[in-house]
């Protein structure tokens, strides 16, 4: 069974730095681009970064840039998100998802909720 | 405000066909596959798998999701999702609270 498992959520300090992961199982996450998507409490859907198959490409969301970074481990099917300098309005669930094509998700995993407060 | 513009609410009965919208511009709805994702209360995501009762279809700017036959279970929130070339990055719609009466 194809799917992704995100890790690494907590509370965390304005300020503070936090690193997710997302976990490949099923597949070989080497063959496609992985992207981060959150959700804050109540709200809608939020594109965050994308790192290409191989690491290469990274593209980042503008409230995210200059803060987060993504990478990838490929032998160990494993993505992940370094948040760094983090602020209240990063409160959110944090998703990974499969890309597919160019413009699309296919594959999503179930969250992991990052709450940055004092 | 998102770079997609959805319906904020949409109901139907059930066994009635809905359409729901997802309105861009040339930078994304009109140049680049539009992807329709699911959410359930309390739970994330999913991708919504067409044929069936499922259907998509685009106009120009405007891509649109057609739920047929439409039943209880169909009650959630939908996401459209595409690419931005102005933006080089992926944008989402606000997206639609679908309840079914």
């Known amino acids: 069974q194809e799917q992704l498992v995100e890790s690494g959520g907590g509370v965390v300090q304005p300020g503070r730095s936090l690193r997710l992961s997302c976990a490949a199982s099923?597949?070989?996450?080497?063959?496609?681009?992985i992207h981060w998507v959150r959700q804050a409490p109540g709200k809608g859907l939020e594109w965050v970064t994308m790192?290409?198959?191989?690491?290469?490409?990274?593209y980042y969301g503008d409230s995210v840039k200059g803060r987060f970074s993504v990478s990838r481990d490929n032998s160990k099917n494993t993505v992940h998100l370094q948040m760094n300098s983090l602020r209240p309005e990063d409160t959110a669930v944090y998703y990974c998802?499969?890309?597919?094509?160019?413009?699309?998700?296919?594959?999503w995993g179930q969250g992991t909720l990052v709450t940055v407060s004092s | 405000q998102s770079a997609l513009t959805q319906e904020a609410s949409v109901s139907g009965a059930v066994g009635q066909k809905v359409t729901l919208s997802c309105t861009g511009n040339d930078n994304n709805v009109g140049s680049y596959a539009v992807g329709w994702y699911q959410q359930f209360s309390h739970g994330g995501p999913k991708t919504v798998m067409f044929g069936n009762r499922f259907s998509d279809s685009r106009s120009g700017t405007t891509a649109s999701l057609t739920i047929s036959g439409l039943q209880p279970e169909d009650e959630a929130d939908y996401y459209c999702s595409t690419w931005d070339d102005s933006l080089s990055g992926w944008v989402f719609g606000g997206g639609t609270k679908l309840t079914v009466l």
């Open positions: 099923g597949f070989s996450s080497s063959d496609h681009a």
């Open positions: 790192i290409s198959f191989d690491g290469s490409i990274q």
């Open positions: 998802a499969r890309g597919k094509v160019v413009s699309l998700f296919d594959i």
